[in-house]
């Protein structure tokens, strides 16, 4: 009956104990020196405080465990965000070269390839085009705006910029956008 | 004596816990039950047995956390390797068009910042270009060779047909190349 109460504190007495240790010591050095305690008290005291310790470890072993296992999900799912982020530049670029009148037919045809071939790499990691159907806050940056009538409301995207890209549900850059307002 | 060694390894831990186990009170119960034993071996023998626990459970511990930690060291600094390894095409791409003879100016101009843009990604990500100095097994792949003589000695490059491209360590993939044998 006892052992079960003594069972009980040790569960309280953990869920705020931090670290603490001088007190243990003390404690311990206290009752040795204690007359009035028996072998077999001191020995139960050990115990518990050992069972103690024990489960501390072990729970914190577990929650060592799971916030490893959360860190290494979340670094695996934005793994390629800081390269990502940096090839994007070239792919404007690439974009850039294309609108220019005049190319032949086979620096087209590279270009366009090249982009197209940088397009799926980054669609493989997880890299999207930002959509531009309407105005969001979230996605777009607004570097100039005109004034909204009945042909274009409030929120409609007038022209695009610079393309947006996420990675998952992570913002790369937002899209460069003029919008109506 | 083992009193202090004991106390030592308290100083060590820190932890905050919530959790008790079934298998704790089964066990205090079975040593109860035993009855060529006084209470004060039983209370000596559990002492020792979650000492015991709690000794190896912190030693689990620490293992995790160091695996823990060599594991996120290792994914940042490999974590471009993907994205790198698919990048590279597109680079091959833009230098086979930068080959490409009678280009305008501008074309080649555009073209040599999107190279130069995708190249300086790549090395701000750890990811260089595999050196052709020398035939090297573990960094080039021969695709052809040819016979050695007095000007050419054996594992003398002869050409590169595709460049070979290292992530730190790592071989991204081999530079594909002809040489002297």
């Known amino acids: 009956m006892s052992e079960d109460i003594k069972n009980e504190e040790v569960v309280d007495e953990t869920i705020d104990n931090e670290t603490v240790t001088e ?12 007359p009035e305690k028996s072998e077999l008290d001191l020995a139960n005291e050990r115990a518990d405080e ?3 310790k024990y489960l501390r470890a072990h729970a914190e072993m577990q929650n060592i465990q799971r916030r490893a296992n959360e860190e290494r999900q979340s670094l695996q799912r934005y793994r390629s965000q800081d390269l990502a982020k ?6 404007d670029n690439l974009e850039r070269a294309l609108a220019v009148e005049g190319l032949t037919e086979d620096v087209k045809k590279g270009l366009e390839m090249t982009r197209d071939s940088l397009i799926q790499a980054l669609k ?4 999207e085009e930002v959509d531009v159907e309407s105005f969001d806050h979230n996605l777009h940056m607004a570097v100039q705006t005109l004034p909204a009538d009945d042909d274009h409301p409030a929120d409609t995207i007038a022209e695009v910029f610079q393309k947006g890209y996420t990675l998952h549900d992570r913002l790369l850059r937002p899209a460069m956008v003029v919008v109506y307002n």
């Open 23 to 34: 007190e243990i010591v003390d404690e311990t050095v206290e009752s040795e020196e204690a």
């Open 50 to 52: 050992f069972e103690n």
């Open 86 to 91: 940096k090839i994007l530049p070239s792919l």
């Open 124 to 127: 493989e990691e997880g890299v």
